[in-house]
């Protein structure tokens, strides 16, 4: 039992960094994707990138990821994860 929770304490761990690196991807990716377009979509989806990215420097790597998610199906992005 405990070497079960003490690898279930490690993905938890790693899951975090992993979302960390993966934030600035996600956003970059809807900022081009609606960089010069004035559309209602575009311009929501801009507005939840940038509040991923806040999201992102507050250290709120899970909800920023959502966040992104969020914004790319506004635009009807597929975003690449790495």
């Not at 929770?5 to 899951?15: I, K, Q």
């Not at 990138?49 to 199906?73: D, P």
């Amino acid at each position: 039992m405990k070497k079960i929770l003490m690898a279930l304490a490690l993905v938890v761990a790693t899951a975090g960094a992993a979302f960390a690196n993966q934030c600035p991807l996600l956003v970059k990716q809807i900022e081009d994707a609606t960089a010069g377009k004035t559309d209602d979509a575009s311009k929501k989806a801009a507005s939840m990138a940038a509040e991923a990215k806040t999201l992102h420097a507050a250290g709120k790597h899970a909800e920023s990821v959502a966040k992104a998610q969020e914004a790319a199906k506004a635009i009807n992005l597929q975003l690449k994860m790495k």
